[in-house]
């Protein structure tokens, strides 16, 4: 059977939540004022509540409001500690919350009885298996642990003890990796396509292997790849010898140049294939491959 949402009544119990939780903010005020109301009263020998009857209600109020209003929050909180593995907080919630349960339910029977049978109220502390004064040190004891409780509202240690592990693993160096096992985890069409794409930085005396390449071109971070690839580029267009130069060191370093040679070997095998064409085909950028024919246009008449 499925469940049966109302959506008048979520509202409705949303603002009630809302009610309860403003209350259990406001509680610690009047239980502020409840105390030191309290310790003027002893301080003066009963002149600010003993003898003032206005100020004994309003004091009856307001802890009434703060301790009883506090229930259904309490509660509550025990069980979001609990989630979040907060077990301080979620000890000292669970025994406040069966306190105030306790006191709550004792009180409730008291006022039960004497209304119930008429009776006037030391009559009815007759019919309770509590003491007043066990009751009263339970009450008070509760005014402590809501102050208590409050302020551990804003403390969570969880958190910071999370962010000061968290910090070393993201200062992590990256793990290296020899060129031999990437080479051999990497499927041959993607190593050649890797050391197309590798800027060439080869000379007669020190060549560079492709797996050197092809490490470099993976490990390196984004900003160091576009900054290769600009460097590349630009070594690329260096080493173009000028018009009419069949020998020499930069024809040597021309003949080693692998976007030069791939593009050469497809013109000789399709001599009507297009610029775009032999772009898609080798995947290049058509700059590239422009740049490269007309080259091979200047050195076709010798």
Same mark, same amino acid.
């Given at each position: 059977?499925?469940?049966?949402?109302?959506?008048?009544?979520?509202?409705?119990?949303?603002?009630?939540?809302?009610?309860?939780?403003?209350?259990?903010?406001?509680?610690?005020?009047?239980?502020?004022?409840?105390?030191?109301?309290?310790?003027?009263?002893?301080?003066?020998?009963?002149?600010?509540?003993?003898?003032?009857?206005?100020?004994?209600?309003?004091?009856?109020?307001?802890?009434?409001?703060?301790?009883?209003?506090?229930?259904?929050?309490?509660?509550?909180?025990?069980?979001?500690?609990?989630?979040?593995? =907060?077990?301080?907080? /979620?000890?000292?919630?669970? @025994?406040? +919350?069966?306190? %105030?349960?306790?006191?709550?339910?004792? #009180?409730?029977?008291?006022?039960?009885?004497?209304?119930?049978?008429?009776?006037?109220?030391?009559?009815?502390?007759?019919?309770?298996?509590?003491?007043?004064?066990?009751?009263?040190?339970?009450?008070?004891?509760?005014?402590?642990?809501?102050?208590?409780?409050?302020?551990?509202?804003?403390?969570?240690?969880?958190?910071?003890?999370?962010?000061?592990?968290?910090?070393?693993?993201?200062?992590?160096?990256?793990?290296?990796?020899?060129?031999?096992?990437?080479?051999?985890?990497?499927?041959?069409?993607?190593?050649?396509?890797?050391?197309?794409?590798?800027?060439?930085?080869?000379?007669? =005396?020190?060549?560079? /292997?492709?797996?050197?390449? @092809?490490? +470099?071109?993976? %490990?390196?971070?984004?900003?160091?790849? #576009?900054?290769?690839?600009?460097?590349?580029?630009?070594?690329?267009?260096?080493?173009?010898?000028?018009?009419?130069?069949?020998?020499?060191?930069?024809?040597?370093?021309?003949?080693?140049?692998?976007?030069?040679?791939?593009?050469?070997?497809?013109?000789?095998?399709?001599?009507?294939?297009?610029?775009?064409?032999?772009?898609?085909?080798?995947?290049?950028?058509?700059?590239?491959?422009?740049?490269?024919?007309?080259?091979?246009?200047?050195?076709?008449?010798?």
């Amino acid at each position: 059977m499925h469940d049966i949402h109302f959506a008048s009544i979520e509202k409705l119990d949303t603002a009630i939540l809302y009610l309860f939780e403003l209350l259990s903010s406001l509680a610690i005020l009047l239980l502020a004022f409840g105390l030191i109301a309290s310790m003027a009263n002893v301080l003066t020998e009963g002149s600010v509540l003993s003898d003032n009857l206005t100020m004994q209600r309003i004091w009856a109020w307001t802890q009434c409001v703060a301790i009883d209003a506090s229930v259904a929050g309490t509660i509550l909180r025990t069980f979001q500690y609990a989630g979040n593995h =907060e077990w301080i907080k /979620t000890t000292l919630s669970a @025994l406040l +919350s069966g306190f %105030l349960l306790f006191t709550a339910a004792i #009180v409730s029977n008291i006022e039960a009885l004497q209304q119930t049978l008429n009776v006037a109220l030391n009559v009815a502390y007759a019919h309770v298996f509590v003491p007043v004064e066990v009751l009263i040190w339970i009450r008070s004891l509760c005014i402590v642990l809501l102050i208590v409780a409050h302020a551990l509202r804003h403390v969570h240690p969880e958190q910071a003890t999370a962010r000061t592990r968290s910090t070393p693993v993201a200062e992590q160096s990256r793990p290296s990796v020899r060129p031999e096992q990437i080479a051999a985890r990497t499927p041959a069409a993607v190593r050649e396509q890797v050391a197309a794409r590798t800027p060439a930085t080869v000379t007669a =005396e020190q060549p560079l /292997t492709i797996e050197e390449g @092809l490490s +470099s071109a993976l %490990l390196a971070s984004p900003s160091e790849q #576009v900054e290769q690839s600009e460097q590349g580029e630009h070594d690329q267009s260096v080493r173009i010898p000028p018009p009419g130069a069949n020998s020499g060191p930069e024809e040597v370093k021309l003949s080693m140049n692998t976007n030069y040679q791939r593009i050469r070997g497809y013109r000789r095998d399709h001599p009507t294939a297009k610029v775009r064409e032999i772009a898609r085909a080798l995947a290049l950028s058509t700059s590239t491959v422009s740049k490269w024919i007309k080259h091979l246009n200047t050195q076709a008449p010798s």
